[in-house]
């Protein structure tokens, strides 16, 4: 089974920082693209940022600027410093990756359990 495990989260000040990290483990055989989704109660779940294999990234308009995604593929790892960060970043943080597993069946998207990032202002 494949998973994916976030962590880094918890509560800042307005205009603080913390670093996100999602680790993903078992049975894979390849990680294509990765990313962090967040949602904030009440609303849907959106994009914040992706990231490529070869390291392409895209973001959010909200957080150009501010975050920075990055991977590293050899430790499966992805990442997501946040800096500057507005009491409306308050969400949970969720990792996603398109994985092929090592027992076939194509690519499918996983997704981790979510980690809480708070700013108070």
């Known amino acids: 089974q494949v998973q994916l495990v976030e962590s880094g989260g918890g509560s800042v000040q307005a205009g603080g920082s913390l670093r996100l990290s999602c680790a993903a483990s078992?049975?894979?055989?390849?990680?294509?693209?990765m990313g962090w989704y967040r949602q904030a109660p009440g609303k849907q779940r959106g994009l914040v940022a992706s990231?490529?294999?070869?390291?392409?990234?895209n973001y959010a308009d909200s957080v150009k600027g501010r975050f920075t995604i990055s991977r590293e593929n050899a430790k499966k790892t992805m990442y997501l410093q946040m800096d500057s960060l507005r009491p409306e970043d308050t969400a949970t943080y969720y990792c996603?990756?398109?994985?092929?597993?090592?027992?076939?069946?194509?690519?499918?998207?996983?997704w981790g359990q979510g980690t809480q990032v708070t700013v108070s202002s």
């Open positions: 990231i490529t294999p070869g390291g392409l990234t």
């Open positions: 078992g049975s894979i055989a390849e990680i294509i693209d």
């Open positions: 996603t990756g398109r994985i092929l597993s090592t027992y076939g069946g194509g690519w499918n998207d996983y």
